[in-house]
């Protein structure tokens, strides 16, 4: 049917000519590369859709990855057909899709084989090409699929990963083909419609259909719909993915972005992510009803926050008043909490001294903590349901992850394209992108992510020299700058190499830093090798910026810069020069403008 529905696509003039064009694998590639040219807008006016280097660049990585399936042997026919392509148009037209090619090249290999890229249709192809039926015969396709029965994903890819991919590229076709029709309606081309009016009016979703086939395995399609749609579950077999979505949206809210990762939890227990996702979305739509008010809907809220913290402890009364809208100091709220051992049935609020540890606040009274109770045996409530399905506990005022608990939360980050990594890959990473992720992570986090990566290379100079020196160039410049040097206080330097630290004597930013844990050490270190900017950054990140008057940090400054050569106005240039984003956030407020 796919050969009929894309019509006016200049296939037969194309694969007429040199004999290499009959063959069959190199006809499929063309059919898909001209059809999908011709789908996304390339002009049709000399008979073959022109291949423009964007829409070639799309096709290469996004269109075929999303609806081709080509065996790892057949991909390099695919940037042939468009040189052929391109080789009916001007030199210069050659020229630069020849360019794009082979700077897509990698980008199309590796997209075509990345297994996050598979759709249902996609993978069973690949299947049943392993099992060596024929592609292109129906009846072949039909009897080879029930053999693929329980057929296991690649490593990392669970079922919703497909349907999802899934759900998308049937978007995606059903947008090009609709978006095609309407373009040659509006204006009808001079070499004919791509779609006709029969193949429309039969419905886009049959057209897509039949593309799917032709661009997979025949048949497949129906049969996936049909028969053997127990292999290709859709979004109704995965009601978790409705807290997939909520703990989606509470990443955007505290990121902004799916790509920046939370931390890595210290252990994951493996279990049937999916299953147990399944248990934990019962619990969390039970706890959506007016009974377990005012708390019950805050359960993807608390799920969250816990892995984002590392997995770490929290602290039910120090959630309890955050609610509440009590002042909780920030220094504290990112601290693990201590988990007992036992603790008694039910719920009891900690006693007034543990209360002012856990907050901060050191005008917390008597009346104040028998007010926060009834909000914190609420919270408790909805915890404990939480904790009826073993992926959550709560042992007294602490509550957390269970190590399958977090086994799944990070599965159900992932399914929605949130990078929530391993303690395993977080060792793997380099050293500046450890540091930046670590940036963004409680310090308590950071502190055992960082240690695990110098003890992942033995704690020698040169994995230090490469840590100490991202803490000087990550996100130099930005507003995160000043974050990134406050890794420098998550690190064990009482066992750093003294040589790594005294290589960092000369870097622009921390050079100060490792000056001063060279000194605490009672080790020799040349002042004269700090540069000033850098020990302008020490002088500012001192500074009482956070809390607490600004008089104190009025008084700090005025003490710093009567050490400085040149006084204050000397020392607030230095500062703007090293990093003017912090230097306007502490000094701004006391009046003190940067030059």
């Known amino acids: ?57 799309q096709l290469l990585v996004e269109d075929l990855p999303t609806f081709v399936y080509a065996a790892p042997g057949e991909l390099a026919v695919y940037p042939a057909v468009l040189g052929e392509l391109a080789g009916r148009f001007d030199g ?24 996050g890229n598979l759709t249902w249709h996609r993978w069973y192809a690949s299947l049943l090409r392993a099992c060596g039926a024929d592609l292109a015969d129906p009846d072949d396709v039909r009897s080879r699929l029930a053999a693929l029965d329980g057929a296991p994903l ?7 990963d497909l349907m999802g991919r899934t759900a998308l590229a049937d978007v995606l076709l059903a947008e090009a083909l609709t978006r095609a029709y309407v373009r040659d309606a509006e204006e009808p081309p001079a070499v004919g419609p791509l779609l006709t009016d029969h193949a429309v009016a039969t419905g886009i979703g049959k057209v897509a259909a039949a593309l799917q086939d032709r661009w997979t395995a025949a048949g497949l399609a129906e049969e996936l719909a049909g028969a053997y749609a127990r292999f290709a579950p859709g979004p109704d077999a995965f009601p978790h993915l409705v ?19 939370v931390p890595p939890p210290p252990a994951i227990e493996a279990g049937p992510a999916e299953r147990d996702a399944d248990t934990l979305i019962a619990a969390v739509e039970e706890l959506a009803e007016e009974e377990f008010e005012p708390y019950g809907g805050e359960a993807p809220h ?7 913290r590392g997995c770490s402890a929290e602290s039910v009364a120090r959630k309890a008043a955050e609610y509440e809208d009590w002042s909780v100091d920030p220094d504290l709220e990112d601290l693990p909490v201590p988990v007992p051992a036992e603790a008694l049935d039910g719920y009891a609020l900690p006693p007034l001294p543990e209360l002012v540890r856990l907050l901060g606040t050191a005008d917390v009274t008597e009346a104040d903590r028998a007010g926060l109770e009834g909000a914190a045996r609420d919270l408790a409530t909805v915890l404990d349901r939480l904790a009826a399905t073993g992926l959550v506990f709560r042992t007294g005022d602490a509550f957390g992850l269970t190590p399958r608990g977090a086994g799944v939360v990070r599965y159900l980050l992932g399914v929605r394209g949130v990078a929530a990594p391993d ?54 410049g930005t507003s995160d700058a000043a974050a990134v040097r406050g890794l420098f206080h998550a690190l ?36 004269i090798q700090v540069g000033t900017s850098a020990r ?40 703007a020069a090293a990093d003017r984003h912090e230097t306007e956030r502490v000094l701004g407020p006391l009046g003190l403008t940067a030059p």
Not at 4 to 33: C, H, I, K, M, Q
Not at 95 to 104: G, L, M, P, T
Not at 154 to 160: I, M
Not at 540 to 546: E, F, G, N, S, T
């Open 1 to 57: 049917m796919a050969e009929t529905v894309l019509t006016n696509t200049g296939l037969d003039s194309f694969l007429d000519g040199a004999p290499e064009r009959r063959d069959p694998v190199f006809v499929r590639a063309a059919e898909a590369v001209l059809g999908l040219l011709a789908l996304r807008g390339a002009d049709r006016g000399s008979g073959v859709p022109e291949p423009t280097p964007a829409l070639v660049r």
């Open 243 to 261: 807290l997939a979505d909520a703990l989606l949206d509470e990443h955007l809210d505290h990121f902004g972005d799916a790509a920046v990762p």
């Open 154 to 160: 690649p490593d990392g890819v669970h079922p919703a």
């Open 302 to 308: 608390l799920l969250y926050v816990v892995y984002r």
């Open 423 to 476: 303690a395993g890959e977080a060792r793997g990473w380099a050293a500046p992108e450890v540091v930046a992720a670590a940036a963004g992570w409680p310090g308590c986090v950071a502190t055992r992510v960082l240690a695990d990566w110098l003890h992942a290379r033995g704690d020698t100079a040169e994995a230090w020299s490469e840590l100490l020196a991202a803490l000087g160039s990550v996100h130099a």
């Open 536 to 575: 302008a950054l020490y002088v500012l990140d001192a500074l009482p910026a956070k809390k607490g008057p600004l008089e104190s940090r009025r008084t700090a400054f005025d003490e710093a810069a009567s050490a400085w050569p040149g006084g204050s106005a000397a020392l607030v240039r230095a500062m």
């Open 492 to 527: 064990d330097t009482a066992a750093a190499p003294p040589d790594a630290l005294r290589g960092a004597l000369r870097d622009p930013v921390i050079g100060a830093y490792a000056h001063q844990a060279l000194r605490l050490r009672g080790e020799p270190s040349d002042l």
């Open 92 to 115: 210069e037209l050659r020229e630069r899709v020849a360019a794009v090619v082979d700077e897509a090249a990698p980008d199309f290999e590796r997209a075509m084989t990345d297994p």
